[in-house]
């Protein structure tokens, strides 16, 4: 969940497909993990989190899939819909800062195809 | 119930002028959090707060000072601004440091 740079990864869908954002986190010790939505001109606002000890989440319309053998976090999303067009950020909470102190990734842009 | 609100929302400053950006939050939070967000690139923090009186250095605190004198406040400063920070800055809190909750930004602008 680094960042990467000036060009944002993204992701097209088609209205009611569903969507699957992928995520590589960078510690294998961070304990907490988070996804946000952040619509253009907005400040992120929260999707769902998951702890360490978790593999799966369920929200309503949202899962977050952890796996941990790969460092690997993903957002799905169920029957995309016109509003779920934003940019979406991971972020991990690694053991070597205390507080809360989350990485950010760069984020993905969804885009929904009509 | 505003959660949190960040005045201004749109500043344009010359180099080496300085500004203080307000945070505020009605939750009751203890955590509250400052951010930049440049292009294509995730936030990146630059000082927090986790109570009344304390504030820690982020990863990127170099040019900024914050005060938090009471709990729902947290004000950023930039005593000198240069045209590397502009940028969108984000405050946000959070109860006990998960799921912080975001303001809507203040874009500024360094000429």
């Known amino acids: 969940g680094e960042s990467v740079g000036l060009h944002l990864p993204t992701l097209s869908v088609q209205e009611g497909d569903n969507s699957i954002i992928n995520c590589a986190y960078s510690?294998?010790?961070?304990?907490?993990f988070i996804w946000y939505k952040q619509e253009s001109g907005k400040g992120p606002q929260f999707i769902i989190d998951?702890?360490?000890n978790m593999d799966k989440r369920q929200g309503q319309r949202v899962t977050v899939l952890l796996n941990k053998t790969v460092k690997h976090l993903s957002l799905q999303i169920a029957a995309t819909q016109p509003g779920d067009s934003a940019v979406y950020f991971c972020a991990e909470n690694p053991p070597f800062r205390s507080n809360y102190q989350l990485i950010w990734g760069a984020g993905t842009k969804l885009i929904i195809k009509p | 119930n505003a959660g949190v609100t960040q005045t201004p929302k749109f500043r344009v400053l010359k180099t080496g002028q300085s500004m203080t950006l307000l945070c505020a939050q009605d939750m009751n939070h203890e955590y509250m959090y400052w951010y930049r967000q440049d292009p294509g690139m995730g936030l990146r923090l630059i000082h927090y707060?986790?109570?009344?009186?304390?504030?820690a250095k982020g990863e990127v605190p170099d040019g900024y000072n914050v005060s938090r004198l009471k709990k729902q406040n947290f004000l950023l400063g930039l005593e000198s601004a240069a045209p590397s920070q502009t940028s969108v800055y984000f405050c946000a809190s959070s109860l006990l440091g998960t799921n912080p909750h975001f303001g809507a930004g203040t874009r500024l602008s360094v000429l």
């Open positions: 707060s986790v109570g009344e009186g304390t504030t």
């Open positions: 998951i702890r360490s």
């Open positions: 510690n294998s010790a961070s304990d907490y």
